[in-house]
């Protein structure tokens, strides 16, 4: 009889060791996320304001070098830039939360095609216009017969007209990678019909930041299923920098043609195998058209 009452509490332990709930250490926080839905539903968090194109305008460094417009396309909305002159480079720090000057280690993506040979720049620990990190990845009319797509890794202070900085790390070339180009034409100034964008290849650009660790990813987005799978592939680029600790996100546009949906952040550190589940449920509400 004594042996029979020790069967529940130990099968009640065994069943908390089996299902307990994931250390909070490892959960992983939803801290931005734009779909640029700007008619009907959208899951924009935490403000769906975001998704509007003015609430960009206002981040430009510089904006007499961008102009950020909403467009609609292959059925899902999209931030789309007017301008494409030779010297229109300049840094959009991304409508976010008054605490992103605060984040520290996060995960920043997003969803882009490209209609020419440019670069899309993501910015990430910006804390000023001399102070923050961009990750690019140029398209070099790889699928033309041009040369490989290349990886860049800088730092600012970045001059506004062209893609400089220092470098973190020395520019990588990605042989054998083609990035299809969709060859569309730009919107001219003042022009805000939205048939400008071409269908091409929709491509994820990622950084992780953990401390002074940053892990920057490129793939397509058909690779993988949902936004928070883990990438498929290994980083295009690895580095240790602790010049910029902390800091808001956006876009350094390089002249590029092309387009950005699902801008996000998420933290902590990017993704940990035992937050896949309840990351899952977050993103689960999320844009479910791109599933």
């Not at 209609?115 to 720049?121: E, V």
């Amino acid at each position: 009889m004594r042996n029979t009452l020790w069967i529940a509490p130990l099968t009640l332990f065994g069943m908390v060791m089996l299902f307990g709930a994931t250390p909070k250490a490892v959960q992983a926080q939803t801290m931005l996320y734009i779909d640029f839905e700007t008619q009907g539903a959208s899951n924009t968090f935490p403000d769906k304001k975001f998704n509007n194109a003015s609430e960009w305008n206002k981040g430009a460094q510089s904006p007499n070098l961008v102009e950020w417009v909403n467009v609609k396309h292959a059925g899902s909305g999209r931030l789309f830039q007017t301008k494409n002159t030779n010297a229109n480079t300049t840094t959009t720090v991304a409508p976010a939360p008054a605490d992103c000057k605060n984040w520290t280690d996060y995960t920043v993506q997003m969803t882009v095609t490209y209609d020419d040979d440019d670069k899309w720049p993501l910015v990430f620990r910006y804390k000023d216009s001399n102070n923050y990190y961009f990750f690019a990845i140029e398209q070099a009319d790889s699928d033309q017969g041009g040369g490989p797509p290349k990886a860049y890794l800088l730092k600012a202070p970045a001059a506004d007209g062209a893609l400089n900085g220092a470098n973190v790390m020395p520019v990588v070339d990605m042989p054998g990678l083609k990035i299809k180009q969709g060859g569309g034409k730009q919107l001219p100034d003042g022009d805000k019909q939205v048939n400008a964008p071409v269908e091409t290849e929709a491509w994820v650009i990622r950084v992780e930041v953990k401390g002074d660790n940053i892990k920057c990813y490129f793939f397509p987005r058909k690779d993988i299923k949902r936004l928070d799978d883990l990438a498929p592939n290994k980083p295009i680029i690895e580095a240790k920098d602790n010049s910029n600790p902390k800091g808001c996100v956006g876009i350094r546009n390089d002249t590029i043609v092309g387009t950005v949906d699902d801008f996000a952040v998420y933290g902590t550190g990017g993704l940990a195998v035992e937050a896949r589940g309840k990351l899952a449920t977050a993103w689960g509400n999320m844009k479910r058209t791109h599933y």
